[in-house]
């Protein structure tokens, strides 16, 4: 992956310019991952402080004092174990008078304990989505992060398919554990999240996860999954149905590719009934209606109609559970969130998921995801796997 160095001051500097519209002239936060987006810095535990000069006060505790001078070499250090109460104490120092913190990351008990250290000549004031707004849109570093990442799941999975892992035989564990070993082994720190496999009438459960239940001749397996690499997360959702044999397509044809494969799996499968190919048919109109939806201007709401639309058309309305996408990074759920309930307009430079899914209870469900990354014309998709039509 190419090196691309993160310019955090302008992250801060960037903070510091939006907290005029909360009122306020310096910022605390004790949430670790906008701690590690502001400064580099990442640990389990990390406040962070940020005065109107654009100078900043990290704190964590003795076990990362190290860690914290090579990852954030930029900001001073204070050593506590109680972040959040440390740095209040030197807010007015900072010549801070109105402190905003995240409350959405704050218990009522955590928040008191601010307001019980704070000096008397500073007041706290409570503010939400400050810095997550400021992450929608992704610079060029994260965007490269991001398409690595991505790659790195879509070179996983088509080794999946290559090795004849999806069959009959096999325990949807089984399947999951093939999965994020690959991913391992093209350069994954861990999943982005528990890894999916679900088959037969668990493709019913949207989050399913991945159990004993063993795979069946022409079972609807779907299988949602992320790598996590450089701080930056992935995911993605293919449904496949399952052969009978573990035996490698690739051994008919060395020289196959992922969309031989792909096609292979779905296309060479008698379906339990017609319903499965319906279904997958659907879902599969609906997820490329919403990948087209996905374009600068489009209300979020309006790609979440794009693809509810068709499956409520379809007569399935009911069986589609949940929104239609989200954005990501270094969380694997972040804003923007194309959903009913959805707020906001898509940016060039933001990522959004499109995963439209059908669910019948006690038959199985079909759900197909891709992250995009939003463009100044035709949505830009980074998760180039296979989607073929049944």
């Known amino acids: 992956m190419t090196d691309i160095s993160t310019n955090y001051a302008a992250r801060r500097a960037a903070l510091i310019d939006a907290l005029s519209d909360n009122d306020c002239d310096g910022f605390?936060?004790?949430?670790?991952?906008?701690v590690g987006w502001l400064t580099g810095f990442h640990g389990s535990n990390a406040g962070l402080i940020v005065a109107p000069s654009g100078e900043a006060?990290?704190?964590?505790?003795?076990?990362?004092?190290?860690?914290?001078?090579?990852?954030?070499?930029?900001?001073?250090?204070?050593?506590?174990?109680?972040?959040?109460?440390?740095?209040?104490?030197?807010?007015?120092?900072?010549?801070?008078?109105?402190?905003?913190?995240?409350?959405?990351?704050?218990t009522m008990a955590a928040y008191q304990e601010l307001e019980d250290a704070r000096p008397q000549a500073l007041e706290l004031v409570s503010t939400t989505g400050v810095v997550s707004k400021l992450r929608e849109i992704k610079s060029d570093t994260e965007l490269v992060a991001l398409r690595h990442v991505a790659d790195?799941?879509?070179?996983?999975?088509?080794?999946?398919?290559?090795?004849?892992?999806?069959?009959a035989g096999r325990k949807e564990r089984e399947v999951a554990a093939e999965l994020e070993y690959r991913m391992r082994m093209h350069g994954a720190d861990r999943p982005s999240f528990d890894t999916i496999v679900a088959s037969g009438p668990n493709s019913a459960k949207p989050h399913h996860g991945a159990e004993d239940r063993v795979i069946e001749a022409?079972?609807?397996?779907?299988?949602?999954?992320?790598?996590?690499?450089?701080?930056?997360?992935?995911?993605m959702t293919r449904t496949l149905f399952a052969g009978e044999t573990a035996t490698s397509p690739s051994e008919n044809n060395p020289n196959s590719t992922s969309s031989d494969l792909a096609g292979a799996i779905v296309a060479g499968v008698?379906?339990?009934?017609?319903?499965?190919?319906?279904?997958?048919?659907?879902?599969?109109?609906?997820?490329?209606?919403?990948?087209?939806?996905?374009?600068?201007?489009?209300?979020?709401?309006?790609?979440?109609?794009?693809?509810r639309d068709i499956i409520e058309n379809a007569g399935y309305g009911e069986h589609f559970v949940h929104s239609?996408?989200?954005?990501?990074?270094?969380?694997?759920?972040?804003a923007p969130f194309a959903a009913r309930t959805g707020k906001g307009k898509l940016a060039a430079g933001m990522t959004l998921t499109i995963e439209p899914g059908i669910y019948v209870p006690g038959f199985g469900g079909v759900r197909i995801e891709d992250t995009l990354i939003i463009t100044d014309t035709e949505p830009e998709i980074i998760t180039q796997l296979p989607k073929p039509r049944a």
């Open 218 to 235: 022409g079972d609807l397996v779907t299988i949602d999954f992320g790598a996590f690499a450089g701080g930056y997360n992935s995911d």
């Open 152 to 167: 790195i799941a879509v070179r996983a999975f088509e080794d999946l398919l290559h090795d004849g892992i999806v069959v």
């Open 28 to 34: 605390l936060t004790v949430d670790p991952t906008h």
């Open 270 to 307: 008698e379906f339990a009934d017609e319903k499965a190919r319906e279904i997958y048919n659907v879902v599969l109109e609906a997820q490329l209606a919403g990948v087209k939806a996905a374009v600068p201007g489009a209300d979020v709401v309006a790609v979440d109609a794009a693809c």
């Open 57 to 106: 006060l990290l704190s964590t505790d003795g076990r990362y004092t190290v860690q914290a001078g090579k990852q954030a070499p930029d900001v001073e250090l204070l050593t506590a174990r109680n972040t959040g109460v440390a740095l209040v104490g030197q807010a007015r120092k900072l010549d801070i008078s109105r402190l905003g913190v995240e409350s959405e990351f704050l």
């Open 324 to 334: 239609t996408g989200h954005g990501i990074g270094i969380e694997v759920h972040e």
